[in-house]
């Protein structure tokens, strides 16, 4: 359950989860798919394709999205769907697939960190139901973004941005509730909202001058590297020409003046 430590100011709000059972009533996930919001989806999008970048330069590291995430043998419709999350080591893929994580499984683990993006149509369930889920995973750092500021004020809410984290006695506590950016040692990273708020990256540096980029991004970036480099190799070659001429144009008039004396 749910247990304030203290209430001084709202980024240094904390809450602890107490691991607790691994399954309570009206944690079973609906069999339906609730349909999402344009910000919803881009934000998901954004941070997924940020995270899948990094992880391929990352051994054993696989990023999903609404993979189930299952820890109770006994009651496989009770888990999550994380938006997005990092999965470190990577459970090994049956027939070149992986439809779930079940940690129960030897090569299972929980994720090292997730992100649910709050829903418009449902934000209490990611405020209030979510950290209890996820404790009870063992997810390692769960994010909890809210980008359209949806989050009900009976829950201290909203926030921008909320982090919660696993200490070494197993109890899962908010350490961050407020606008961000806020430090991810999962990630070594800082969660930087952008764009008003509408988006979630993910920065070397808390100012988020230093954003981790999508592949899209990278190559693009590469591509202006290799034209400026062109740019630069064209306009010495023209450079060079150009004083070769001049030297040229130099010698020729010597040689005149030289060949009436």
């Not at 062109?230 to 144009?249: N, P, Q, T, V």
């Amino acid at each position: 359950m749910l247990r304030f430590e203290s209430m001084n100011t709202a980024r240094h709000l904390k809450l602890v989860v107490n691991r607790g059972p691994q399954s309570r009533r009206g944690w079973e996930l609906s069999e339906e798919t609730m349909p999402q919001s344009i910000v919803h989806n881009e934000s998901t999008g954004s941070i997924e394709a940020v995270l899948s970048f990094w992880a391929h330069t990352r051994a054993n590291t696989r990023i999903a999205r609404d993979l189930a995430i299952r820890w109770d043998e006994r009651n496989p419709k009770i888990g999550v769907d994380p938006d997005v999350c990092v999965l470190c080591p990577a459970p090994p893929l049956e027939n070149g697939d992986l439809r779930s994580v079940r940690t129960w499984i030897p090569g299972h683990e929980a994720p090292i960190f997730a992100v649910e993006v709050v829903s418009n149509t449902n934000p209490r369930k990611d405020y209030e139901m979510a950290p209890e889920k996820y404790a009870a995973s063992g997810t390692g750092e769960l994010c909890i973004f809210d980008p359209m500021l949806a989050g009900p004020r009976s829950h201290g809410g909203p926030y921008r941005l909320q982090l919660w984290r696993r200490g070494e006695n197993g109890e899962f506590r908010r350490v961050y509730a407020g606008s961000g950016p806020v430090y991810s040692p999962a990630l070594n990273g800082y969660l930087v909202p952008i764009e008003k708020g509408r988006k979630l990256r993910i920065a070397d540096d808390e100012a988020g001058l230093h954003l981790w980029p999508t592949a899209e991004e990278a190559e693009r970036a590469e591509k202006e590297v290799e034209r400026k480099a062109k740019e630069e190799e064209r306009a010495a070659k023209e450079e060079a020409l150009a004083r070769i001429a001049l030297l040229e144009a130099a010698l020729c008039k010597a040689t005149k003046e030289s060949s009436r004396t």
